[in-house]
């Protein structure tokens, strides 16, 4: 049977969409917002209308039937924590991201979106490895302030699609395999899967640097670093201002590669340097299942670079085989989850969190 299926993924200034024929890509598009546009809205949430005509414009000029539709799956926003796979969109978890969401985030227009339109033709809409997703083991919640707890905030949607695909095609069941994931991007996570769940992660803020987040630092040096500069100014010179950006003047890594080729030791160090904080989190993922790993996959943009995949590969591939995943596909991971829902390979999940 083919299911036609709409995936959604609102950014901070465009709106991704594609339609799919159970695998098949058959539309794919990306509307911009300008500044100007955004500009005009106090908050994330009050853009929805916006956004949904937007999308609503295209699907006409495309000449698109949405009563073709068998499902729609938006990008899952920042709800409280959320187990992972699909998630049927309801009233709740459409007022908890307008009026009450974790964090404001465009990410959050997914399932409102995507409800309104299901709606309209009849079918359900779905979000599907939301942002919000954790699932860590209680033991890796543990930090050494009882203030703090580990919270899992990582690429979660590339993440397990990724996963699920390399299990698949080693033919493997991802739900009875052990694999550790690097998503490689302008922030850099990296996620430890067991037996279908994500038990442990290295977050952006407390692993490898990336092209423009800091990473993990020296708790003291910080410490003196918050007390002479604003809070405005550290949350930017940790997320934006970190990373590549501060170690080389530019968050572009075809650049960092340029430098290399042009022979800049400097910048050959600082780039080496990433990927050894990216196979150092790898293994210290490792050791939680006691090195018992059947895959290890890089994916994201960076994966793209033979030369920082090859830095990686050389320090971890003892622990199990490396895969090279390059890119994202957030439309195509999304339209898949809903899929397999379609099709009984997976159970979506209620939310009924308040």
């Not at 024929?21 to 058959?26: D, G, I, S, W, Y």
């Not at 860590?136 to 990724?162: C, F, P, Q, W, Y």
């Amino acid at each position: 049977m083919n299911y036609k299926i709409l995936a959604i993924n609102p950014g901070s200034t465009s709106t991704k969409l594609a339609i799919y024929e159970n695998e098949k890509e058959l539309y794919k598009t990306n509307i911009t917002h300008s500044n100007e546009e955004l500009e005009k809205y106090p908050n994330i949430a009050d853009q929805y209308e916006m956004r949904y005509e937007s999308i609503m414009n295209f699907l006409k000029e495309a000449s698109i039937d949405t009563h073709e539709l068998a499902a729609v799956v938006g990008r899952g926003g920042l709800l409280p924590p959320v187990k992972s796979g699909a998630y049927l969109v309801n009233e709740k978890m459409v007022d908890r991201l307008k009026n009450n969401p974790v964090v404001h985030h465009a990410s959050n227009l997914g399932a409102m979106i995507a409800f309104e339109i299901a709606k309209a033709v009849g079918v359900n809409s779905y979000i599907y490895d939301s942002v919000a997703v954790d699932e860590l083991e209680d033991i890796a919640r543990i930090t050494g302030l009882k203030e703090v707890k580990r919270k899992s905030l990582v690429h979660t949607l590339n993440m397990r699609a990724i996963a699920i695909k390399t299990a698949k095609e080693s033919n493997k069941d991802y739900n009875s395999t052990t694999a550790i994931v690097a998503h490689l991007g302008g922030g850099i996570t990296i996620s430890l899967h067991k037996n279908g769940k994500m038990i442990d992660i290295v977050s952006d803020d407390e692993g490898p640097f990336s092209p423009e987040r800091s990473g993990g630092l020296p708790g003291k040096d910080l410490v003196s670093m918050c007390y002479k500069n604003d809070v405005s100014t550290m949350k930017k010179k940790l997320r934006g201002k970190g990373g590549l950006t501060s170690l080389l003047s530019t968050n572009n890594t075809l650049e960092v590669q340029k430098m290399i080729d042009g022979g800049d030791e400097n910048a050959k160090l600082i780039y080496e340097a990433m990927a050894y904080q990216v196979a150092k989190g790898i293994g210290e993922l490792a050791t939680v299942v006691d090195g018992k790993v059947d895959h290890i996959i890089l994916t994201g943009g960076i994966a793209y670079s033979e030369i920082f995949t090859a830095w990686i590969k050389k320090r971890v591939e003892f622990i199990a085989p490396v895969i090279i995943a390059a890119g994202e596909n957030e439309l195509e991971s999304l339209a898949q989850g809903a899929l397999r829902v379609l099709t009984g390979e997976e159970e979506a999940n209620i939310y009924d969190i308040d």
